[in-house]
């Protein structure tokens, strides 16, 4: 029944008006599925190959395609992936792109679901799924890649860790960028939006701090329940190796620095989460501040471990992180996904599920959350792009997916 009888793939818009992949896949019994790649700015050096939009769709088209079309049923997962990886033939996805590879995963699980008339997140994690939701973790304010002439580190991201459902975790990050907005009001301090929606002041990261604190304070007195924040420090980003550190506005940190400052933000405002704290090459710096500080917050790999199980295993080893960004863009298919959430689960390590900061309307990531009970999802608090994620989180609570 799943068997694909057609795939169609085009070039279609992203958030910043780049060109990025759409899929559809077609199947025997009128199944259909449709599947965008996003794409990131602050990628990690290890991350799989995005190709020009075009020049995916040729490949995928030449070498792809013929091996999925009347071949592969939509419904195994791992049969469409293996297939694409076969059509690749590379081990980073340089072959047919990883835009057209994640595209055609997605629009395949899709496909997959509705020959079944099953949600998403049903076909992907079982029955038995479905009960658990992830708590998002929404960008306020940012800067780094993301927009210039703002805070260094590239995203304070509030953290409703006491809500009592999606819904209300949704909203109560929402009301979070509200009231920074309501402050940077009454500090004079004009901000416009970076990539994914979060406020960018030209303020110091220490100003953010301090507007962050305040912000997630109000809106958990107002809400009734702890809202947390934490941090996207994008570290590969700020470590240049000529400096010999961690370039700053105000002055190179060395790594024993970068810990320290970490560790004392993590202490001296509670934070729950910070991503990429050190360089993506720097397995021992990780371990070194999970060792202090990993018994109190999350220490979350995304240039780190690339969604990439060879070298989460290699953090698991090294003890560096406690928990892992899941993109599913940057290893190309949705079975090495969930290949790293499971293995992270066993080890251990906390999944966070996660957009880029070029994202489109697509909803799967909010599907894969919860077919793999992951307990954290990173989609933005407002915008379009990102709300797509978040009103679908809303839906599936609501049994209305
Ligand atoms: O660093 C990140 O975690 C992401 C998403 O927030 O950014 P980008 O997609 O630019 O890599
Ligand atoms: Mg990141």
């Known amino acids: 029944m799943t068997l694909i009888t057609d795939i169609r793939l085009r070039r279609v818009l992203d958030s910043r008006g780049n060109a990025t992949v759409e899929a559809d896949v077609l199947t025997e019994s009128g199944g259909f599925g449709r599947g965008k790649a996003p794409s990131g700015a602050s990628t990690g050096e290890y991350e799989a190959i995005e190709l020009p939009a075009n020049e995916a769709i040729a490949k995928a088209r030449e070498e792809a395609l013929p091996r999925l079309i009347g071949e592969v049923h939509a419904g195994n997962q791992r049969d469409v992936d293996a297939a694409l990886h076969a059509a690749d033939g590379t081990d980073d996805f340089s072959g047919i792109g990883a835009n057209s590879a994640v595209a055609i995963s997605m629009a395949a699980a899709k496909a997959g679901a509705d020959v079944l008339g099953a949600p998403l997140y049903q076909h992907l994690g079982g029955t038995f799924r479905g009960n658990e939701y992830p708590t998002p973790l929404g960008n306020i304010i940012g800067g780094g890649e993301h927009a210039a002439d703002a805070t260094n580190i590239q995203e304070f991201l509030a953290a409703p860790v006491g809500a009592p459902s999606v819904e209300e975790a949704v909203f109560a990050n929402a009301a979070v960028h509200q009231e920074v907005h309501d402050i940077l009001a009454d500090r004079d301090l004009p901000a416009g939006?970076?990539?994914?929606?979060?406020?960018?002041?030209?303020?110091?990261?220490?100003?953010?701090?301090?507007?962050?604190?305040?912000?997630?304070?109000?809106?958990?007195?107002?809400?009734?329940?702890?809202?947390?924040?934490?941090?996207?420090?994008?570290?590969?980003?700020?470590?240049?190796?000529?400096?010999?550190?961690?370039?700053?506005?105000?002055?190179?940190?060395?790594?024993?620095?970068?810990?320290?400052?970490?560790?004392?933000?993590?202490?001296?405002?509670?934070?729950?989460?910070?991503?990429?704290?050190?360089?993506?090459?720097?397995?021992?710096?990780?371990?070194?501040?999970?060792?202090?500080?990993?018994?109190?917050?999350?220490?979350?790999?995304?240039?780190?471990?690339?969604?990439?199980?060879?070298?989460?295993?290699?953090?698991?080893?090294?003890?560096?992180?406690?928990?892992?960004?899941?993109?599913?863009?940057q290893i190309g298919t949705l079975t090495d996904a969930v290949d790293a959430i499971e293995l992270a689960t066993a080890s251990g390590y906390e999944s966070v599920v996660s957009h880029r900061s070029g994202e489109t309307e697509d909803t799967t990531i909010a599907h894969l959350a919860v077919a793999t009970d992951a307990p954290f999802i990173k989609t933005g608090a407002v915008g379009g792009e990102r709300t797509a994620k978040l009103n679908e989180l809303i839906r599936i609570e609501d049994n209305a997916v």
Do not use: H
Not at 309 to 325: C, F, K, P, W, Y
């Open 193 to 329: 939006k970076g990539d994914e929606g979060a406020w960018a002041p030209s303020v110091s990261d220490d100003e953010a701090f301090e507007i962050m604190d305040e912000a997630v304070e109000t809106v958990a007195d107002d809400f009734g329940f702890a809202i947390s924040f934490g941090l996207d420090v994008a570290g590969a980003e700020l470590y240049d190796d000529e400096a010999d550190g961690y370039v700053y506005d105000d002055g190179v940190k060395s790594t024993e620095e970068q810990i320290e400052y970490i560790a004392g933000k993590v202490e001296e405002y509670d934070l729950v989460y910070v991503e990429d704290p050190l360089d993506e090459n720097d397995y021992e710096a990780f371990a070194d501040l999970t060792a202090q500080v990993g018994d109190q917050t999350l220490v979350c790999g995304d240039d780190l471990f690339v969604t990439n199980v060879e070298r989460l295993q290699a953090g698991i080893n090294a003890d560096a992180g406690n928990s892992i960004l899941i993109k599913p863009n």
